[in-house]
């Protein structure tokens, strides 16, 4: 049976790679690692990336090193703006049916649904990306590559892997 609340696959993309980059803020995640790991489609996942960068929620670096990662903290990024980012505006439709199916003038479910959808609104502006990521069960996961990579706001490559005792630089 199909669930009542139905979320795109551009939403649920945007959604579980921001919430993946808000678990190491700073790095960089792949394309490739983050398609893999969730098994998005790489040309759809490029074009989520693409809204969110438009909408400010992520940066991207480019070449064989580069990546995407959020380009604000993730405390100050909401779950309704990425929604949004991708969707549009999220609106609190009060009927199913269109008017041409459906001529009653109150819907029986529609002040249900109102509701439902307000608080629903009010859930993702409340949540942000941090505090959903801390609730987040990341056991089933590996820590993907891209973790021990760090590129600077300048695009230089800074490894945070701890250098060999007597290692050179």
């Not at 959604?15 to 700073?26: I, Y």
């Not at 790095?27 to 893999?36: D, F, H, I, M, T």
């Amino acid at each position: 049976m199909a669930g009542v609340i139905q979320v795109s696959e551009a939403a649920s993309i945007g959604v579980h790679a921001t919430l993946w980059m808000a678990k190491t803020p700073g790095a960089l995640a792949r394309s490739s690692e983050v398609c893999r790991l969730f098994g998005f489609s790489e040309a759809h996942f490029a074009k989520v990336m693409q809204s969110l960068s438009r909408s400010g929620i992520v940066e991207s670096v480019r070449g064989p090193r580069g990546g995407s990662r959020l380009a604000r903290k993730p405390a100050a990024i909401t779950v309704l703006e990425v929604f949004e980012a991708i969707e549009g505006p999220l609106k609190a439709d009060r009927c199913l049916l269109s008017p041409r199916f459906c001529p009653t003038r109150c819907c029986p479910i529609g002040h249900e649904l109102d509701s439902l959808n307000r608080r629903l609104r009010q859930t993702l502006a409340d949540e942000t990306l941090e505090s959903m990521c801390a609730a987040t069960d990341w056991s089933g996961f590996i820590s993907p590559p891209c973790a021990s990579v760090n590129v600077s706001r300048s695009g230089k490559h800074v490894s945070k892997r701890k250098k060999r005792k007597g290692a050179q630089e």
